[in-house]
């Protein structure tokens, strides 16, 4: 039987790199978008013309209701999901002097509320206790929560601090009910996301500065995720691994 991803936030940088390995590794991929269709549907056209099956799906996951659609929509087209990768996310820049509510509900939507309400939808359907046949939840992190981010990243270090949390909770919460659950802290990784605090040129001076002394790939934290959503991680459950070479 075909295993089903759900990947949110799928259709570029990290995300983009977990649909297309989990592709690769067999899976029926399902790659959520918030706004760039183009992105999305370029690779669900990459993987099928590599012989793989993908749908791309749009969906604000940081809205109940639009997560929850997700989700229906993935067991109309692809059934019902065996892995789900929280991985849509937004980096803010805004220091705490000159914070205000917008900004806030922007960033906690995006990176907290959606591991709510697509856990949320992950458990009701993969939970033996309702009748589901187990799983598997990754959650993407960040190093910031316990470096506490970048300058002007006090709010999105604490999404991702508050993300650690509702990592193990989770883990508690439906270990018993066959749905591991695991959270990765990716470090400087080379995706569009660091547009907000100046590029490419700081993000390859800042990972010069790390142990291993360069950035990382969004292709080495799919590998990560894709292990731990594995059988091969059978008995890996509840932990935060760092991906972040030695930062
Ligand atoms: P990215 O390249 O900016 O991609 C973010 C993705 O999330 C996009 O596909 C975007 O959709 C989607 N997205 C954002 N808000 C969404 C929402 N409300 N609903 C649905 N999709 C939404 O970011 P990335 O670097 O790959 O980051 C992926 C995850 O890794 C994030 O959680 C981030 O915090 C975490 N992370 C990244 C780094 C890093 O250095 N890159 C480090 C630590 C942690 P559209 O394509 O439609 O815009």
């Not at 089903?4 to 592709?23: K, P, S």
């Not at 067991?75 to 220091?95: E, I, K, M, Y």
């Amino acid at each position: 039987m075909q295993k089903t991803m759900i990947v949110t936030g799928g259709g570029r940088g990290i995300g983009a790199a977990v649909a297309r390995l989990a592709a690769s590794q067999g899976y029926a991929v399902c790659v959520n978008y918030l706004r760039n269709a183009q992105a999305a549907d370029a690779l669900v056209r990459e993987i099928a013309e590599s012989g793989g099956k993908a749908i791309a799906v749009q969906a604000d996951v940081g809205i109940q209701a639009q997560a929850a659609r997700l989700f229906e929509a993935v067991d109309a087209q692809l059934g019902t999901a065996d892995v789900l990768v929280n991985n849509a996310g937004l980096l803010g820049s805004r220091l705490v002097a000159e914070m205000d509510e917008d900004e806030l509900d922007r960033v906690f939507r995006a990176n907290v509320y959606s591991m709510f309400f697509c856990s949320r939808e992950a458990v009701r359907r993969m939970s033996t206790r309702l009748g589901g046949k187990g799983g598997a939840i990754v959650n993407l992190s960040s190093v910031a929560s316990r470096l506490g981010g970048l300058a002007g990243g006090s709010h999105y270090a604490a999404t991702k601090g508050a993300i650690d949390s509702f990592s193990l909770a989770l883990a508690k919460e439906v270990g018993a009910e066959g749905i591991r659950v695991n959270a990765v802290r990716p470090g400087l990784i080379r995706t569009d996301i660091h547009a907000v605090h100046g590029g490419p040129d700081k993000l390859e001076a800042l990972g010069r500065t790390t142990p291993l002394g360069r950035t990382g790939t969004a292709e080495e934290v799919a590998q990560t995720v894709l292990w731990l959503a594995s059988p091969q991680a059978s008995y890996v459950h509840s932990a935060v691994l760092d991906v972040a070479g030695g930062r």
